[in-house]
C-alpha cells in the first residue's frame, strides 16, 4: 500500500507570496492532518480534515488555510508568505479521526522563503 | 494546556550500549502517547504507542517505552543502539482536550558512534 505523499518536496517563494501544497492519504484513510516542523518551535499543529470537514485548528493566523477534497486529498495554502513561514511542513493521514488513531506522515515539503 | 518535554535535547551514545530518552507530560486526563522517529530528509515513522493496558510497551527496532501515570512519564529505551538508530526521536501525546492533535516534544537527538 502506497504511504503518503507530498508535494511539491521542496519549495522556495519569496516574502508575499502564496503557496499552495498538496497531500495525498493512504488509500481508505479519511482524515488528513497538517504540522509545521522549524528548529525552533519544533512540531505544531496546524489543521485537521475529515470528510471535507475542518475538525480542529492550531493556533495559527488566517494566512494558513487549508481544505479536503472529496477523495480526501488535501491541499493547504499560506498567503502572504513570511520569513518565519520556512518549514518542513509534514501531513498525516489516518483512517479517522479518533485519539487512539495512528497517523501516517508523509516526508514533507520543505518551504523556504527568501 | 497539556505539554510534553523531553529532558534531554541530544544523547550522545556508543554503539551496543544501552539508552534512555526521557519524556514528561503534563495533563489531568487520560492520554494517549506516542514515540515518533525522524530520520534526516524524512518524516515521522512511529516507533510505538501506549493506548491502554500494560504499561510497558514493545515497539519496532527493539525499542520500548514504560508509562508511568503517577510520574506522568514515558521514557524510551533500548537495551543495545546500533549505528543506525541515529536520529531525532520524539515523544508526543494527544487527549481529547485538543481533539486528535498530537502534541510534540522537541525531539531528542540521538547519535550512535562506533
Known amino acids: 500500500k502506497a504511504g503518503v505523499t507530498q508535494t511539491p518536496r521542496y519549495l522556495i517563494k519569496t516574502r508575499g507570496q502564496q503557496v499552495t501544497l498538496s497531500c495525498s492519504p493512504i488509500s481508505g484513510h479519511r482524515s488528513v492532518s497538517w504540522y509545521q516542523q522549524t528548529p525552533g518551535q519544533g512540531l505544531q499543529f496546524l489543521f485537521e480534515?475529515?470528510?471535507?470537514?475542518?475538525?480542529n485548528k492550531g493556533n495559527f493566523p488566517g494566512r494558513f488555510s487549508g481544505r479536503q477534497f472529496s477523495n480526501s486529498r488535501s491541499e493547504m495554502n499560506v498567503s502572504t508568505l513570511e520569513l518565519g513561514d520556512s518549514a518542513l511542513y509534514l501531513c498525516?493521514?489516518?483512517?479517522?479521526?479518533?485519539?487512539?488513531?495512528?497517523?501516517?506522515f508523509g516526508p514533507g515539503t520543505r518551504l523556504t522563503v527568501l | 494546556a497539556q505539554s510534553v518535554t523531553q529532558l534531554d535535547s541530544q544523547v550522545p551514545v556508543f554503539e551496543e550500549a544501552p539508552v534512555e530518552l526521557r519524556c514528561n507530560y503534563s495533563s489531568s486526563v487520560s492520554v494517549y502517547l506516542f514515540w515518533y522517529v525522524q530520520y534526516p530528509n524524512q518524516g515521522l515513522q512511529l516507533l510505538l504507542k501506549y493506548l491502554s493496558g500494560s504499561t510497558l510497551v514493545k515497539g519496532i527496532n527493539g525499542f520500548e517505552a514504560e508509562f508511568n501515570k503517577s510520574q506522568t512519564s514515558f521514557h524510551l529505551r533500548k537495551p543495545s543502539v546500533h549505528i543506525s538508530d541515529t536520529a531525532e526521536y520524539f515523544c508526543a501525546v494527544s487527549e481529547g482536550q485538543a481533539g486528535t492533535a498530537l502534541i510534540f516534544g522537541k525531539g531528542t537527538t540521538l547519535s550512535v558512534s562506533s
Open positions: 498525516a493521514s489516518s483512517f479517522k479521526p479518533a485519539l487512539n488513531n495512528e497517523q501516517f
Open positions: 480534515y475529515f470528510s471535507e470537514t475542518q475538525r
